[in-house]
């Protein structure tokens, strides 16, 4: 009996891929997919056509995802674009997907982070598909999470690289296996949870440091007959000098490799199927 439901249920999730590819294809065939921009070259995964980010921040995700990919075969690939000729993010994302290849023949275990910047930057669209290999792993749900706690709040601050780094790493660490959907979920509403504690916690502690100084100045000032505030200031260290400068501060600016470096050579033929979630800022 578990034999023949694990058959059925396989050959349902065959019926489902293959139609869904066929819907696809279509959709190509007839939704203007000569539109869809060709991958920029060489090939990379970090595909920036409005410059959005900084060079040294799309160097900094080139080597995350390459090196993820080359440990796992998995493809994660961030294309950024200002305009989708009109298309809703979420169908333009598979096409996309599709067209490129984006994940391992076989495996279809790529992913899609596609950003839609508006012209001022400051608001946009987001939208996080996945393929067919990894729809058990980011389900829609998982994907709306990834969108509504790693990325959105960073956006609306014009963090896009800090959004972007927190969504690939969030990635990463679930399509490893290293925690539950509602591990994720659990740890990011504790840790919403402790702001206020957090808070509490500085402002007792610098209460306790003021009224501590406050002591400290009040005997200072009567034993040296001086203002009570200009001891409470030299109590506070404000007026004393500070050795070191900025000058020994290295950026250490030029480690970086150039784009499509390490062997990468673009898709690897994964198929993508519509599972996926997004949002806007």
């Avoid at 007839?30 to 060489?42: L, R, S, V």
Wanted: glycine residues 14%; hydrophobic residues 35%.
């Amino acid at each position: 009996m578990n034999y023949l439901m694990k058959f059925h249920s396989e050959k349902n999730r065959q019926m489902k891929k293959y139609f869904s590819l066929l819907l696809t294809s279509l959709i190509l065939s007839t939704a203007g997919a000569q539109k869809i921009p060709d991958p920029m070259q060489p090939p990379r995964m970090v595909n920036d056509f409005s410059q959005l980010l900084k060079p040294e921040e799309r160097q900094q995700l080139e080597k995350k995802l390459q090196d993820f990919y080359f440990k796992t075969s998995t493809q994660i690939y961030i294309v950024i674009l200002d305009d989708l000729d009109g298309y809703d993010i979420a169908g333009y994302s598979f096409r996309l997907g599709e067209k490129w290849g984006i994940g391992s023949k076989g495996k279809d275990n790529g992913i899609l982070i596609l950003l839609n910047p508006s012209k001022d930057r400051k608001h946009g669209d987001v939208f996080i598909a996945s393929g067919y290999g990894l729809e058990s792993v980011i389900p829609d749900a998982k994907a709306n999470r990834i969108v509504d706690y790693d990325m959105i709040p960073y956006f609306k601050n014009l963090d896009y690289y800090g959004g972007l780094s927190n969504a690939v790493n969030t990635l990463m660490e679930l399509t490893r296996g290293e925690y539950t959907m509602d591990e994720y979920i659990q740890r990011h509403t504790q840790s919403s949870q402790n702001v206020p504690a957090i808070v509490i916690f500085f402002f007792i502690f610098f209460i306790l440091s003021f009224i501590g100084r406050a002591r400290r100045a009040r005997h200072y000032s009567a034993g040296h007959n001086i203002p009570f505030w200009t001891a409470l200031f030299l109590a506070s260290g404000a007026g004393r000098s500070h050795s070191g400068s900025f000058g020994n501060f290295s950026s250490g600016s030029g480690g970086f490799g150039g784009f499509g470096g390490g062997g990468f050579g673009g898709g690897g033929g994964g198929s993508f199927g519509g599972g996926g979630a997004g949002g806007s800022w």
